[in-house]
């Protein structure tokens, strides 16, 4: 599980690949808190957990990135050692149904460290696809 920070015009990307699709969401969310903080300490801070659903694999990465932002911002935090677990919509029938997340994060005092503003995730440009080699994620932010 890897990523890395893309430049992006005014905004910043984030790259992320994993073996599979749980890891692949946690990489890009710790790739995310990368872009608002170099400097992450390895300790600190306690685990909270969030669970979040949607339509499509597109729009669950998108909602949990945006529920993670949102989680920043109340808790006064910055969500670091991402842990996720997808499931996709049941495969009976015509194949509709939510995708859900089940996740947590590690969520360190804003107090405690040099964060930068990042405002938002964006559709733009958004990927999340399976590759030969595992899954592959680009998102971009608005700073």
């Known amino acids: ?3 890395d920070l893309r430049d992006h015009t005014a905004d910043v990307a984030v790259e992320a690949r994993a073996t599979s699709l749980d890891d692949v969401f ?4 710790d790739g995310m ?4 903080c170099d400097e992450i300490p390895e300790t600190g ?7 979040v659903t949607a339509e499509g694999r597109q729009a669950l990465l998108f909602d949990y990135l945006d529920e993670l932002i949102y989680e920043r911002d109340v808790r006064v935090v910055l969500p ?3 842990e996720v677990s997808v499931s996709t ?4 029938g015509d194949g509709t149904g939510e995708w859900r997340l089940s996740g947590s994060a590690r969520g360190v005092p804003l107090a405690s460290v040099e964060a930068r503003d990042l405002k938002a995730v964006t559709y733009s440009e958004m990927d999340i ?6 899954w592959h994620a ?3 932010f608005d700073v």
């Open 1 to 3: 599980m890897s990523y």
């Open 26 to 29: 946690g990489a890009v969310a």
């Open 33 to 36: 808190a990368a872009a608002m």
């Open 45 to 51: 801070g306690e685990r909270f957990e969030l669970t």
């Open 80 to 82: 670091v050692d991402n």
């Open 89 to 92: 919509p049941s495969a009976d």
């Open 129 to 134: 696809s399976e590759t030969d080699d595992g």
């Open 138 to 140: 680009y998102v971009v």
